[in-house]
């Protein structure tokens, strides 16, 4: 009769089946997401691949981070044939390697706005790039722009020879196609903006108009003469810029343009909010992480820097969230 000893499994047989033990509930459901999008790409299914990589892989990715994992899903992610696939995309490529020091620059932003892939992508990269640039998250910046462009309009045609400022105003295509560019405006635009490439876009597309370029800063903003140099405005805008704030920074920002707002003046400012549906893709395949806030905290922003008057709302698409000051009128 054998001992019990030698019914028992050695030490060694012990340690292979713990390092044979199955992966996480997790692990198993991202490589299938992965590989289910890996499939459909090949396929040229882009869109019902982007649409996985959307809410689904989002979902996947809050649940990695709320429990400790969020290192680990990187390191799925990263080594995954899919994260080497779309970096085809010059969406995808250019934010993982922000060749002017972040993410969100504004070429990317051109990106979204033509559609267009730049010369020498390949094929499949175009695939993905048409994806990329209109999924949900792509839809908001589009949104964006058209709405800064209706709040430009309505500054002409509302406030004699209206002054407006936009912060960090990237290449300012807002501006393009509005009534800014019309014998209508008798004011002043002023695209105030750290980069001086974007600058010198600005600066190109719309010479000999009444946009003035300022190559400065959040930093100049809040220290030194450069605000009460500019004076003040009737439309103030920072939609790309709140992303990227620190709370404390975001407050004494936004204080400081209420400053600079005329007597009955508007401030806009923008955020991308912590459910928004690409959060995954940006975060695990471009490297694209922003300061997210939800509509209570920006409101919160809002209060804390003193505006009397403001609203909130939501993009149409769940993206981003929008807060509008307004500085009370002058009496009559």
């Known amino acids: 009769m054998p001992t019990i000893a030698a019914t028992l499994p050695s030490s060694r047989s012990l340690s292979a089946t713990a390092v044979a033990a199955p992966p996480s509930t997790l692990e198993q459901e991202t490589a299938r997401l992965l590989d289910q999008a890996a499939a459909e790409l090949h396929a040229g299914q882009w869109m019902p691949a982007f649409k996985r990589l959307g809410v689904p892989l989002s979902a996947l990715w809050s649940e990695a981070r709320g429990t400790g994992r969020a290192d680990d899903m990187k390191r799925w992610c990263a080594g995954h044939a899919l994260h080497a696939l779309v ?3 010059p969406y995808t490529d250019r934010a993982s390697r922000k060749p002017r020091g972040y993410a969100g620059d504004a070429v990317m932003m051109d990106y979204i706005y033509s559609g267009q892939a730049p010369e020498g992508t390949s094929g499949f990269g175009r695939g993905v790039f048409s994806a990329t640039t209109r999924a949900s998250m792509g839809l908001s910046v589009l949104y964006r722009r058209q709405l800064l462009k209706s709040l430009l309009d309505d500054t002409v045609v509302s406030c ?9 105003s990237g290449h300012a295509r807002e501006l393009e196609g509005s009534l800014v560019g019309s014998p209508l405006f008798q004011g002043e635009v002023v695209a105030l903006d750290q980069d001086p490439l974007s600058c010198a876009e600005v600066a190109r597309v719309h010479q ?16 030194g003469p450069l605000a009460p140099s500019l004076g003040e405005f009737d439309l103030i805008y920072s939609a790309g810029l709140y992303d990227y704030l620190p709370d404390a920074l975001a407050t004494r920002l936004t204080r400081r343009l209420l400053q600079m707002l005329r007597p009955g003046g508007r401030l806009l400012i923008a ?14 395949f471009m490297d694209w992480t922003l300061v997210l806030r939800n509509e209570a905290q920006m409101r919160a922003i809002a209060q804390d820097s003193g505006a009397a008057q403001f609203s909130s709302f939501m993009d149409p698409h769940r993206n981003v969230v929008y807060v509008e000051m307004q500085r009370t009128p002058a009496a009559a």
């Not at 004699?160 to 960090?168: I, K, N, Q, T, W």
């Not at 946009?211 to 400065?216: A, D, E, L, S, T």
């Not at 909010?273 to 690409?278: A, D, K």
């Open 208 to 223: 000999g108009a009444r946009v003035r370029v300022v190559n400065q800063g959040v930093r100049e903003l809040l220290t």
């Open 271 to 284: 955020n991308f909010v912590p459910s928004g549906s690409g959060r995954g893709y940006m975060e695990l």
């Open 87 to 89: 970096q085809q995309d």
């Open 160 to 168: 004699d020879a209206g002054r407006v400022l936009s912060v960090a």
